[in-house]
């Protein structure tokens, strides 16, 4: 067999250390050692910076409103998705394959073109705005740029995707007559959905939940340009600050912090995974 | 009274319109869904027509003038070629890269396979902009001048990943019997890998390569930590166009992007089939840190 020496695997493993294992090495040491100029001095290391970070109530309001918009956009996501995940179920092949590139498209089209999107439909003169004046529902244009809604709003769509995909994909692999078992006992089609196919898409919920509150966490982009400098996010501090402040330290916590709450996340996920023995629950 | 599975005839009507009711009503939601999810790229694909001097919606009158404004445009055509030089090099240092790790992660039979394995993923489980705020202290402390090279070197670190997923994946269903045979019939081992195990490994490679290339086009996150002054990508340019102000021109660069990845899209799936498009698709789901 050709490709068999496991000294193949050494240009990748140095790309891997140089870029990835020392950067990030680094970026947790600036966090723990003060630093003078681009000079670590390595002694005596504390939390200081950490401690900066807990202080600062706009810091802390920051964290807290990115757990709350990646908790709504989890929430849009998962009422939108599974009626979407269900109808797929429900419809003719070559309406799956419709269904399939719909849903996949946002993840077609780049990340800025999304949000531009976004910006036309969701600004001051935009659609939304337009529609609702014209109709009357509202006499003055609402602001959804730049604000909490039109974020979860951009990031619903973005990430649809990781949602309804892992819903399919658990559905899927269902027998697709203990629906109709259901209903052939006499259950309404709500009762049939409520103790059949959503016990059933359980796993997938799950893994769609755990992934999309993950990736909105994380989310640079979108927040960037939908949120602007108004609705400031953990990621989007990261950047504002790169491009103000010097206070390296603190960077480094807000970024050990972003990367800590994704991992508690995942891991508390899979401990559940293990504890309800969903086994063919999505990774 | 007449009877259907134990319901008398009023309940069944009930039954029936409640059943209706479900189902229009989450067909409803499905519907809305599908239209929520296409009507940002339709409103900037109709946008781009537009004749106005202002961004406009629905647009007024139909002109090409922001496609010329485009085309007119060095600052865009400029990242628009950094973009495309970087991708090409990525792409192709991905591959290479990717292919190398993939077959000892496959074939081999040394300890700590599966620690590499897992490994070779822990970029792209990573949130990007931590690992660009990682590497832009790491190129500050080395005193490392930010350039083509920083910039193309960190795209192929989160890009071969996913060559190393999708050429593994194809490998394994590579029977090591061909290669055998090969060899027996007096080919040599490099003649072997070209002429057998590679055309085998293509239609997943071409989905990896495929996926490297969006990949590192479409990067943000990253580039606008490690990229020199000179080599502002694409996304950069268009995020500068959008944070001062809603420029009408980013329509036409927009549609001209999505017509790209359509492109793209197409050329996958004539060479590797809709399963391995959604795959594709799918593997971003491996982006779970």
Redesign the interface.
Known sequence: ?????????L???V??TG??V???L??AA?GVFPVRG?T?IWERPDLAPYLRYLADPFYRWVTLRTVGMAAAVTLACL???F??A??FTRVRPVWQ?A??V????????????????????L?RR??VN?LLVGLGVIDVPIRLLFSMSGVVI?L??VM???MV??IISGLARQNPSLYDAALGL?A???QA?RHVVLPLSLPGILAGS??VF??AF?S??TP??VG?GNFIIL?TL??QQ?QQSLD?GV??AI?FV??GT??II?WAYSMLVQRLGLTWA?? | MWRF???SVNARRL?LL??HL??S???G??V???V??????C??VL?SFTSTSY?S?PPAGFSLRWYARMMASTEILRAAQTSLIVAVLATAGAVG?GV??A???V????RG?DA?LA??L??IM??????G??????F??L?VRLSLATLV??H??IT?PYV?RMSAAALVQVD?AL??AATNLGAS?WQ??RHV?LPLLAPGLAVGAGFAFVES??N??LS??VAGQRQETL?MR??QL??SD?DPV??AV?TT??AA??VV?LTVHRLAG?GQV?RL??E??A???
């Open positions: 067999m050709l490709g068999r020496s496991s000294a193949l695997v240009p990748a493993l790309l891997l870029l990835f020392l950067p990030l680094l970026l600036i681009t670590i009422a939108l998705g009626p979407y269900y109808a394959t269904l399939l719909l849903v996949i498209s946002p993840i077609l089209t780049g990340t800025v073109v999304r949000s531009y999107g976004w910006l036309v439909i600004g935009g659609l337009d951009a619903t769509q649809l995707p990781f995909l892992p006499g309404s089609r709500a959905i755990v992934l993950v990736l994380a640079f982009t960037a340009l602007g990621p990261i950047y790169t390296w960077l480094s970024s972003l990367l994704s991992m995942v999505e990774r | 599975r134990g319901m039954r409640s059943d479900t189902d009503m989450l067909a939601v499905a809305l869904t599908g929520f999810l296409v009507l940002p790229t409103v900037v946008a961004l919606f890269l190398l790790t077959f000892p992660l074939r081999g039979r040394f396979r590499v490994f070779t822990a970029p990573l949130p990007s902009i931590v690992l705020i990682a590497l832009l202290f790491f500050g402390f005193q070197l960190s192929i670190l071969f190393v090591p290669e055998e081992s072997a890998l195990t086009f479409d943000l996150a606008i930590f996304p268009l995020f959008l944070v809603i980013v329509a927009s992007i999505i990845s359509f899209l809709f959604m698709v799918g971003r789901r982006r779970l840190p």
